[in-house]
Each structure stands twice: as C-alpha cells, then as structure tokens.
C-alpha cells in the first residue's frame, strides 16, 4: 500500500501558492527542528519554483539551528495582504513573527490536533510523523522543485520529530515519504546526522545535571524546574532543555516527564513534556500551551502555575496508573 494523499487539496495548495505574488511562512514560538526545517525548506521549494515571487520565513532566530538556513525579517509594511501559510501550530496564540501582519488568507498545514486555525486551505492530519513529512509530500506530489538544501532540511525534520523513527508518530507513511524522498533528491543522508546530535561537551554536562536532580514519584512522574543561572552555569539557552527532552523517553520509571525551564528575559516559564501513556496535550493547553496527545508544550507565566501544572501531571499519571492495574486484576 502507498502513502494516501489527498491530491486534490494539494494540488489546491499549490494553485495558492502559485497565485500568490507575496508569501509569509510561519510556525510555532519555542521552534524544534521540525517546525524550522519545515518552514525554511518549504520557503526555498517555492522561491526556486517561483524566483519572482517574495517569500519569506518568519519567527525568532536560534542560534542552534542556524544550519538550517536563515530566517527573513521582512517589513509588513511594505506587503499587500500576502498569503500566510502557518505550519506545525494549530492555534494562533503561538504563532511566532507575524505581529502587525496583514495577511489575505491562511493555508494551515499542521499534524497537531486541530484547534482555533483554520485554514482556506486547512491540511490537518495527526496521522502524520511532522509537518516536515506534510511539507515533503505537498512538495512530491506538486510542482513545486526538491533542491538537494530543501531535501536536506526535510529529512532532519522528520527524523528529529520522530526521534528517529522510535516514536508513535511514525508509520509506514512515514518510511514511504522518506524512502521517496531519498529516491528523487539522492542525497547523502547520514551526515545530517551530525546536525542534529552533535553537542558540545557543556551541554552533555547539562544532560548530566538533568540526571541527577530529576524528580521522579511513586506515580512515575518526573519533572525538573531548571532556574535561569543554572543555565548560565552550563552556558546553555532557555531553549536546550525542550531539545533534550526525548533524550528520557526510554526510563521505566518514567510515565509522563516535564522540564520546566525559567526564561527571564520573556517573564514566562518554558515547558516540555512528553509522556509514554496518559494523554497531556490537554492539559497543557490549560496553561498557555498544547500540543500532541503525548508530545505537548506549555509557558504558564508563574511558579503557581506551575505548581497547578505539576499536580495535573501527577494526578494523570495516578488516574492512569490506578486505571491499568484495574485492567491487569480483570
């Protein structure tokens, strides 16, 4: 069986985006690798189709990622209503770089839950491993042109938020759109590895600090509230601990895990959870936040609001606990 596509919206897609003389891409706040890779290779798949046109990919840079590409700082002011496609975010709260933008319409291609955005042109799917894998087959089954950058970018994207292949997202979808992409673009994959899992030896020492002062209860519950000069102990940035996340998904003792990190330049708290059972995402949508049913975010904006956080975390992994023993005595 091959990848189910819808063509006929991505060929509806692609008529947008055709028509379309200005082009803003956005994605979440807090980027991953996906939500940048996705991002940047889809602006480049269209600027190499499409040289007249002006495109550009938004949001706050991170240093981290800078060997994805770079991202644009264009002036609103000077667009007239351009289309905006929004990818890997489904609520527009989240939606980073596009304050003060005047857009004509919204294309939404996301693989989270669906929620406040919705597109003209709205491709939703959670079946899928990331919005990279959306974006690579939009560009597959389209015109629009796979150089060897563009390649290159989609395929980190899709093996970080699958975590190479070891997540739930993952499907046989997921290795077919891979293995296509691999065919076509020829590229030489296995470097790329580097970008993703080199690190320098502070932050591996970061890893370690995590370690060892992660809490874990009897409910296997783990989390860790990482202050703001504990980061610049290790000479880290707000933004490593959501990187490192996944990092635990294979601990026995470990349920559902959060790392709750102080960023004080934005006066808020970061938040990375992920979970091996009970579902998260909507808890962390009570606290400025969502996500995947067990790869979610959050940023409350006070320490009682992450203790409130903390105490729905452990009750779901209690309830889910107390509700799989209930099914082994049956």
Not at 68 to 95: C, Q, W
Not at 222 to 229: A, C, P, R
Not at 310 to 318: P, Q, T, V
Request: aromatic share 10%.
């Amino acid at each position: 069986m091959g990848i189910i596509i819808n063509k006929k919206l991505l060929n509806n897609i692609y008529k947008e985006i055709k028509k379309s003389d200005e082009i803003v891409i956005a994605r979440h706040i807090g980027p991953d690798p996906d939500a940048i890779a996705s991002t940047l290779a889809l602006r480049d798949s269209i600027r190499s189709t499409f040289p007249d046109k002006k495109v550009y990919a938004v949001g706050t840079s991170v240093s981290r990622f800078k060997a994805y590409g770079n991202l644009d700082h264009p002036n609103f002011s000077e667009l007239a209503k351009p289309l905006l496609i929004v990818l890997d975010v489904p609520n527009m709260h989240r939606v980073d770089g596009i304050d003060g933008l005047k857009y004509d319409k919204i294309i939404k291609i996301d693989h989270h839950p669906e929620e406040d955005i919705i597109g003209f042109y709205d491709w939703t799917d959670t079946t899928k491993s990331s919005a990279s894998q959306m974006v690579c087959e939009l560009i597959l089954n389209t015109k629009l042109e796979l150089t060897k950058k563009v390649a290159e970018n989609l395929f980190l994207g899709i093996v970080s938020d699958s975590e190479r292949f070891s997540l739930k997202n993952t499907t046989y979808e997921t290795f077919d759109t891979v293995k296509e992409l691999l065919r076509v673009s020829n590229i030489d994959f296995v470097p790329l590895y580097d970008i993703l899992y080199n690190r320098p030896f502070s932050e591996h020492k970061f890893i370690a600090y995590i370690t060892n002062n992660l809490n874990i209860n009897e409910n296997k519950f783990g989390y860790i509230i990482i202050k703001d000069e504990v980061l610049k102990e290790y000479n880290v940035d707000s933004a490593t601990p959501s990187n490192l996340i996944n990092n635990y998904h294979f601990i026995d003792e470990l349920l559902v895990w959060t790392f709750i990190t102080e960023d004080v330049k934005n006066n808020v708290y970061k938040v990375s959870i992920r979970s091996r059972g009970p579902i998260i995402n909507e808890i962390a949508s009570k606290y400025n936040g969502g996500g995947h049913k067990f790869a979610s975010g959050a940023k409350p904006k006070t320490l009682e609001e992450v203790n409130h956080l903390l105490e729905d975390l452990n009750m779901a992994c209690k309830e889910y606990e107390d509700n799989e023993n209930k099914q082994k005595e049956k």
